[in-house]
């Protein structure tokens, strides 16, 4: 490899693993599994090593996880949070354990061998056996103070037992189990929001919660594995594990002692099939030396122990058959091919489903009917299939073939140059994409309309009684009542939903709508700008595109929206039953102007009257920046109680205004005069 390609790849892995960290420790949102994760940063460190040159300061191998949220007080951990060496195959365990060797110069150590469970780590320190503050993770150096969500975990003393030290730190894991997750999620589809991805996110997301009365309903459980004290009495991690049974903390049933590198390969080969009889998800298991003057003599490398390294996991696939594909058509009409699997058990659950996205995946897969495919779960719910088992393929097998007419109407379906969907055009007469309109139309956070789930929308039009979304506001309590398994108290709530929703807001009506790219943003900036559904729906294209974050695909999607008389007479009639097709007055306050246009403004601390959420979607539709991290180029640091220390000294040192919640409203009230607006100068009254 050439210096120049050495250096750009370097820069490039650098970056892309900065965003991938990013993704995993502040969103909780990674796109990529850890396995491909691990790899692209072993490829770096082997790239950094042969051109230290070129390695970046801020390299994600220089540091152990990510960067810290702003929602919670932020506070430094007494010793760093370390991570661990991982390996994924047994040849580098080996290593480990001949470096154990050679640097203890003896083979007389025990490994203690613990189950790496799939959650949030987590830092508890007890004062006189009270708990008296938790902190994540974050950076390793520095976590979110999360001491009151994390007291509402049912498994966690916050009074210990017997006979403990004055000052006690113990770390674990924090973690939901599989089932408990499920119930979450069905309950989020019964509301019809998005579902959660995986356990590990859920948890992370309980976290941070700022309501620790939501956290208590999340079915949180901890593991604990680690003791910080000065505990004479305490010689063996073993030992430190009876402890914390004592003091009445949860800490694994599953731990082993192992005498040899051999019997920790036979429980790492035991836990890769068992772990699929765990109530909670694990990616593979922690090999701890167990003696502490052991321990001691091993020490640190600068990221990690040398006395403990993960073997980790690759994720789990599972080989199963193609039955049949569906094509699923949703609300704008575009087509979903989805296979139908054998069951196959994987990674704690049956699987019956897989996603095939679009035409050019089933190309990519050659999928044929009757195929052995492998399945792999990555961060999402849904199952993928990675590839084809193509020694299995039947001489006669078909290829599966996108439909040429739609499942659900017959039309014939078309594809847009440029596009990877296939769409079915009947968007007027094509009972899926009617329901799917009905459902998004209903949702929370459009209409809202509480009582009507997936069941009665899909009775609803099956029968005929609803064509577009206009027709919900002409039924009546005893059509509704008539319905199968419709109780009455049920079919008068739907009826008053239903009237409530006449009240909703203009630009969450404008979301509702379901018009192609306009999402809840872009419905809100567009309700700013044109005021009125008339004014928007007589707006050409340079008016449209004018709109800032607005761009030419969503202006010429608005365009194609009204240029139809059917949805043009779909809005004069859902205005003629008293359905928000102007910006109120009362919403007027919270779309507002361009006020803050060019200030960009970091959040910290919660607030009395908004929620950060609502905040943050008020700095936007205000037309300013909302950014994480305080530097030379805030405008303003919105300060609420428990405020970030970090945050506010950087924002005293780069003399960078700090307002409270009312100075911030009192800055977009103005709104109305934006010419009049002075941003305040210097440190406000709060501090
Ligand atoms: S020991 C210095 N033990 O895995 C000791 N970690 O990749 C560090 N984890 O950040 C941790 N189960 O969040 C340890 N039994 C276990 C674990 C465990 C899960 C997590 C932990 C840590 C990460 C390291």
């Known amino acids: 490899m050439s210096n120049s390609t050495a250096e750009e790849k370097i820069r490039q892995l650098t970056k892309e693993l900065q965003e991938h960290n990013y993704r995993y420790y502040i969103l909780a949102e990674p796109t990529i599994s850890d396995y491909e994760f691990d790899m692209k940063l072993k490829e770096l460190e082997a790239l950094e090593k042969e051109y230290p040159q070129y390695a970046l300061p801020d390299s994600p191998t220089q540091k152990v996880g990510g960067e810290t949220l702003n929602d919670f007080k932020t506070i430094k951990h007494n010793r760093p949070m370390l991570s661990l060496g991982n390996t ?6 080996k290593e480990f354990d001949n470096r154990v060797q050679k640097l203890l110069g003896s083979t007389d150590y025990l490994y203690i061998c613990e189950l790496k469970i799939d959650g949030v780590a987590i830092s508890l320190n007890y004062k006189d056996g009270k708990l008296v503050q938790a902190v994540t993770r974050g950076d390793g150096v520095q976590g979110d103070d999360v001491t009151e969500n994390v007291k509402t ?17 113990v770390r674990g894991e924090i973690f939901m189990h599989r089932k408990a997750f499920e119930k979450l999620n069905e309950e989020k589809a019964k509301l019809g929001e998005p579902l959660y991805a995986n356990p590990r996110n859920t948890t992370a997301g309980s976290l941070k919660l700022l309501d620790n009365q939501e956290v208590a309903k999340r079915p949180l459980d901890t593991y604990l594995y680690h003791v910080l004290c000065e505990e004479r009495d305490l010689h063996s991690h073993y030992e430190s594990l009876q402890k914390i049974k004592e003091w009445g903390l949860k800490t694994s049933e599953y731990t082993e002692q192992c005498k040899t590198i051999d019997e920790v390969l036979k429980f790492i080969a035991k836990w890769e099939t068992k772990r699929k009889e765990l109530s909670f998800d694990i990616d593979g298991i922690v090999i701890k030396v167990n003696n502490f003057e052991q321990q001691n003599e091993l020490g640190f490398t600068a990221k990690v122990p040398r006395w403990a390294i993960a073997y980790k996991y690759k994720a789990e696939t599972a080989l199963t058959q193609l039955l049949s594909v569906d094509f699923q058509i949703g609300r704008t009409g575009a087509v979903t091919p989805v296979a139908n699997l054998a069951p196959v058990f994987l990674s704690g659950t049956t699987v019956k489903r897989a996603t095939l996205h679009n035409a050019n995946e089933i190309q990519r897969l050659d999928l044929h009917y009757g195929d052995w495919v492998y399945i792999e779960k990555g961060g999402e719910i849904i199952p993928k299939i990675t590839k084809v088992e193509l020694a299995k393929r039947h001489e006669d097998a078909k290829p599966v073939m996108m439909l040429s007419a739609c499942p659900g109407c017959g039309t014939p379906l078309i594809r847009k140059e440029g596009e990877a969907n296939h769409y079915c055009p009947n968007e007027l007469g094509c009972p899926p994409q009617i329901r799917g309109r009905v459902e998004h139309f209903i949702s929370r956070k459009a209409m809202d309309i509480l009582g009507l789930g997936e069941e009665t929308v899909d009775m609803l039009v099956s029968k005929g009684l609803i064509h577009t979304v206009a027709d919900l506001y002409k039924l009546t309590y005893n059509q509704v009542v008539s319905l199968e398994r419709m109780a009455d108290k049920s079919a008068q709530n739907l009826i008053k939903g239903i009237e409530d929703s006449k009240k909703i807001h203009f630009a969450r009506v404008l979301f509702a709508l379901g018009i192609r790219y306009v999402g809840e943003t872009v419905a809100k900036k567009l309700a700013l700008s044109f005021k ?27 365009l194609d929206y009204f240029a139809q008389k059917e949805h043009r007479d779909l809005v004069e009639e859902l205005k003629s039953f008293g359905l928000q097709m102007a910006v109120a007055k009362d919403e007027q306050a919270v779309l507002q102007s361009n006020v803050l246009q060019n ?63 009312d100075d911030f409203l009192n800055l977009i009230k103005s709104a109305d005069k934006p010419n009049d607006v002075k941003p305040p100068q210097g440190p406000q009254s709060l501090f």
């Not at 928007?536 to 999607?557: K, P, R, T």
């Not at 959420?613 to 640091?637: F, P, R, W």
């Open 599 to 661: 200030l960009s403004i970091v959040i910290s601390g919660v607030f009395q009257k908004y929620s950060r959420d609502e905040l943050k979607d008020l700095i936007e539709t205000n037309g300013g920046k909302n950014a994480s991290s305080v530097s030379s180029k805030t405008s303003y640091l919105l300060a609420g109680e428990g405020i970030g220390p970090a945050k506010l000294e950087k924002a005293k040192q780069l003399n960078i205004p700090i307002i409270s919640e």
């Open 88 to 93: 994924y195959n047994e040849g580098e365990l």
């Open 153 to 169: 975990i049912r498994s966690l003393a916050t009074v210990l037992k017997g006979d403990f030290p004055h000052d006690l730190e």
């Open 532 to 558: 009125s559904i008339d004014a928007l729906a007589s707006a050409n294209f340079e008016e449209l595109s004018n709109v800032d974050e607005i761009g030419e695909v969503i202006a010429q999607s608005i």
